[in-house]
């Protein structure tokens, strides 16, 4: 596990760290005004449709998926500092677009990280109902969503 305070992490710290196995939990000051990412546009947050209207592009993601890979292989055996690699990937105070893929890949665990830290839960572990604010904030479609696709399948394949 490692825990640092918000002044030192970034969407691609999330994403980077996450890849090597590290357990990041950064404490998040102004709790209320963080990001909430979401994958799907058109998903129902129920209560966190305002606060997630952001949006994860997976298909960036997918597009510079082996070389986000390589990136962490590189860390993980220690062919390149992790230091030397955030540098890399910000040019200039911007990303690159591997740096930008990163990112987007890193905001799926930042959500996560800032919807369990709501919970007050320092272990990840949340309650049921937490489970489904998760559930929606990565774009997995709610239960009763998953209901009403189901019964339109039965019903298209009857007819």
Known sequence: MFISDTGSYSDMVFGLLKLLGVDYRPELAGLPDQRLWRTVR?????????ASRSLIDLE????HWS??????ASVHTGAVAASEVMRILQRGGNPTQLGDALAHFGRIFK?????SS???S???ATSSGCATCRRNAIGWPSTSATAVAA?????????
């Open 42 to 50: 058109a998903a129902d947050y129920g209560p966190l449709d305002t």
């Open 111 to 115: 959500t996560l990280h800032v919807l």
């Open 151 to 159: 019964n339109s399948a039965r019903s298209i394949t009857r007819g």
């Open 122 to 124: 320092s272990t990840g």
């Open 60 to 63: 960036k993601i997918k597009r």
């Open 67 to 72: 070389d986000i890979l390589r990136i962490a």
């Open 118 to 120: 709501s919970t007050g």
